[in-house]
């Protein structure tokens, strides 16, 4: 094949206009999503060769080469992983498959750093070598195809690119980028070790770089750094996961946090474990401090990378976890399952029943951790909190006993804020596990939090209302609305205000549907002060109830007629105690929908 030139689909183009105008501010992510392309190429070739040991050629270890030339001002990442064919190249270098790019694209801020970080989270991270260079050259194979069947693909970031067909011996890809001016500092072997440990520590295979010696100038000229052509590797290369929790440092989970959930902000919290027993494996679960844009779209499957004996299976893996923590970021390695499982027989695996048990345990305790260390907000409860990293050390299944720490005032107050960011983001999430997995129904509900006629904010706890309820009170009250205001105005809380009772506000959406998973909290009935007679029971006294009961008496004939006008419209009218000011309201029956259910499914055309 001769040189062909082709377009860019038009959301690249427009990407690439994008990253080439105004993404300056975080250069370094370019080597980032490069080495994570090239691992990613080296993860597949491993998965493919299961079936296919020829693929391995004659090259079986897999590793990425970073090299550069200071004369031609050129950067290449190479590997020996799958490769491109021609037609892929085309296809994955030219579009981009993700249908989320275009929401992409509405939502730049025009603040280069966070866009920047969105580049990331939507998956173009090819693209992003053009923050650096004007000229980027792919040259691969694809892993089984003969050598000159190669694919050399050139585009300087604009409206198109080449393909051109070539000869290429070596497995695998080079992208070769041709940098601006004003990106010199990458061609200093100094300044690529720093970016790549601090990025790239975490990736499993070696990442080699040449090593360099000191040559003195001749003449007084100053020497220079020169290569020797030996390689030498520069990041850990064992799974980040493998290693000994002793031996990752805080920042090292935080990146690898990062690299995996494209997230730009730390995680709130994460847990490192392995489990032992009759099922086998690693995990490695992060708790995010932001929801992603998607958490709310039908298909958003779940957030853990499968591996199987360190080969990486699958991204996305939803049978790990229940739906409702979809928002869990992470890694689990397991021992036991075979190497070609797919999706269909994750759901039946009784390995991956105990895996997903155990992990929705430990993250249903990181949230109690989180919780429990917003409770002790004051500095003197710090020494309570688990070890400062968030890291919590479980083997064999044990809990790990929170280990003493002396974290200072600011740290306990940045603790003490982290499981109300939580629950802003994902409480919601976390509410539809009420009606997703009945097993572990009263932890949920524990780590429930609601807004009430004592706090605007949504900091109550159930135990919290339960501790303050008044003597003689038997339920939890609870009113459901669209918005705080309209629950606060309720003509239904009346009563309770004048009797200094406490009552639930709830206004988000789920509520209503989570709630009626929950009849009962630690012994306590809930009760919607929307439906049926309130029974106010022992909190109402005998005055009260004679003058409702003579009321009733007075007022039976103006009752029928008000029912008999009503008659389509209102099931039954009676004189309540539970207005104060307002002459009358709406109540629907006990196990009746409540109105603002039908409103609900109302608007939703039902
Ligand atoms: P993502 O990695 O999220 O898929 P990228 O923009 O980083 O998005 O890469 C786009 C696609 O280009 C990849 O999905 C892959 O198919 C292909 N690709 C990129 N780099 C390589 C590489 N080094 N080897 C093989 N394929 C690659
Ligand atoms: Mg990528």
Not at 279 to 292: D, G
Request: glycine share 6%.
């Amino acid at each position: 094949m001769s040189k062909n030139t082709h377009s860019f689909q038009a959301e690249v183009a427009q990407l690439l206009h994008l990253v080439t105008h105004s993404l300056y501010s975080n250069k370094e992510i370019f080597l980032r999503e490069l080495i994570s392309n090239a691992s990613d190429a080296c993860d597949k070739l491993r998965f493919e060769a299961l079936d296919n040991a020829a693929l391995y050629e004659d090259a079986p270890n897999l590793e990425v080469r970073v090299a550069f030339d200071k004369k031609a001002r050129t950067l290449s990442i190479t590997d020996n992983g799958i490769g491109l064919s021609q037609q892929e190249a085309i296809d994955h270098l030219g579009t981009i498959a993700k249908s989320g790019t275009r929401e992409f694209m509405s939502r730049l801020s025009g603040d280069q750093k966070a866009d920047a970080q969105l580049i990331g989270q939507f998956g173009v991270g090819f693209y992003s070598g053009f923050i650096v260079a004007d000229r980027i050259v792919v040259e691969s194979r694809r892993a089984g195809l003969p050598a000159d069947q190669g694919v050399r693909w050139s585009s300087t970031g604009t409206g198109d690119f080449e393909v051109e067909t070539i000869t290429r011996e070596k497995r695998g890809t080079s992208v070769i980028l041709h940098l601006r001016e004003d990106a010199e500092e990458f061609l200093n072997g100094w300044k690529l070790k720093q970016v790549i440990s601090k990025y790239s520590d975490h990736i499993s295979l070696p990442i080699l770089m040449e090593k360099e010696e000191w040559k003195e100038g001749e003449d007084d000229k100053g020497g220079e750094m020169v290569a020797t052509g030996e390689w030498e590797p520069v990041n850990k290369a064992s799974a980040l996961w493998t290693r000994a929790k002793k031996d990752v440092t805080e920042e090292q989970y935080v990146e690898f946090y990062k690299s995996i959930s494209h997230d730009y902000e730390a995680p709130l919290a994460w847990s490192h474990n392995r489990v032992e027993g009759s099922t086998e494996y690693t995990q490695l679960l992060y708790i995010p401090a932001k929801a992603p844009m998607d958490l709310w779209n039908r298909d958003h499957k779940g957030g853990l990378k499968l591996y199987v004996k360190r080969v990486f299976i699958m991204d996305e893996a939803e049978a790990l976890l229940p739906s409702y923590l979809r928002f869990v970021k992470g890694v689990i390695d397991s021992a036991d399952l075979p190497l070609n499982v797919s999706r269909e027989l994750l759901q039946e695996s009784r390995d991956v029943k105990a895996i997903r048990e155990g992990s929705t345990k430990r993250v249903l305790s990181m949230l109690e951790d989180l919780a429990k260390k917003a409770t002790a907000a004051a500095p003197a409860a710090a020494p309570e909190t688990p070890a400062a990293d968030g890291v919590t050390d479980v083997v064999d299944k044990k809990e790990a006993e929170p280990a003493a720490s002396d974290a200072d005032a600011a740290k306990a107050s940045e603790d003490a804020g982290k499981y109300a960011k939580f629950y802003a983001e994902f409480g919601s999430v976390l509410k539809e596990g009420l009606g997703e997995d009945f097993a572990n129904r009263d932890r949920i509900a524990k780590l429930l939090r609601f807004a009430s006629t004592t706090s605007d904010a949504a900091t109550v706890s159930l135990a919290d209302y339960k501790a303050r309820m008044k003597d003689g009170q038997e339920a939890i009250y609870y009113i459901t609305a669209d918005t705080l205001a309209a629950a606060k105005n309720s003509p239904q809380l009346e009563v309770f205000k004048k009797k200094g009772i406490e009552v639930l506000l709830m206004t988000d959406r789920v509520d209503e549907w989570a709630l009626s998973y929950l009849t009962e909290f630690d012994g306590t009935p809930l009760q919607s002060v929307a439906k049926g007679a309130v029974d106010l029971g022992k909190l109402q006294d005998e005055t009260e109830k004679k003058a409702a009961e003579e009321a009733a008496e007075a007022f039976k004939p103006v009752l029928e007629k008000l029912k008999a006008s009503l008659k389509d419209k209102a099931e039954d009218v009676r004189v309540t105690t539970r207005l104060v000011d307002s002459p009358a309201c709406l109540v629907v029956q006990e196990h009746g929908m409540s109105t603002q259910l039908a409103r609900m499914l109302k608007q939703a055309g039902q």
